[in-house]
């Protein structure tokens, strides 16, 4: 099992801007899988933006040119910059490490993203 804790959620005022990380663990971080996914209260859970152990990507048609996504596997951690945030970003964020090789993935806890001015 792979531990996942999200840090960085918060208050912001609409067109601010916040970075969310992941912490995951495991030595083999940089394959993984990684992915943002969200829940606004009476949602479904919908996915954010994903990266692949190459480093490409993928985005939510309602996040594209104002999320992106990246990782270090230096430090285990991948990161969501959210910038020009709407209300309609207000959500739990939670991060997803998947490893395809093994048909697993864990979550983390998630974290809270308020948009309100």
């Known amino acids: 099992q792979v531990h996942v804790v999200e840090s960085g959620g918060g208050l912001v005022q609409p067109g601010g801007s916040l970075r969310l990380s992941c912490a995951a663990s495991?030595?083999?971080?940089?394959?993984?899988?990684m992915g943002w996914y969200r829940q606004a209260p009476g949602k479904q859970r919908e996915l954010v933006a994903t990266?692949?152990?190459?480093?490409?990507?993928n985005y939510a048609d309602p996040v594209k040119g104002r999320f992106t996504i990246s990782r270090d596997n230096a430090k285990n951690t991948v990161y969501v910059q959210m910038n020009s945030l709407k209300p309609e970003d207000t959500a739990v964020y939670y991060c997803n490490a998947r490893r395809p090789w093994q048909g697993r993935s864990d979550w983390g806890q998630g974290t809270q993203v308020t948009v309100s001015s």
């Open positions: 495991g030595s083999i971080f940089s394959l993984y899988v």
């Open positions: 990266i692949n152990s190459d480093g490409s990507t």
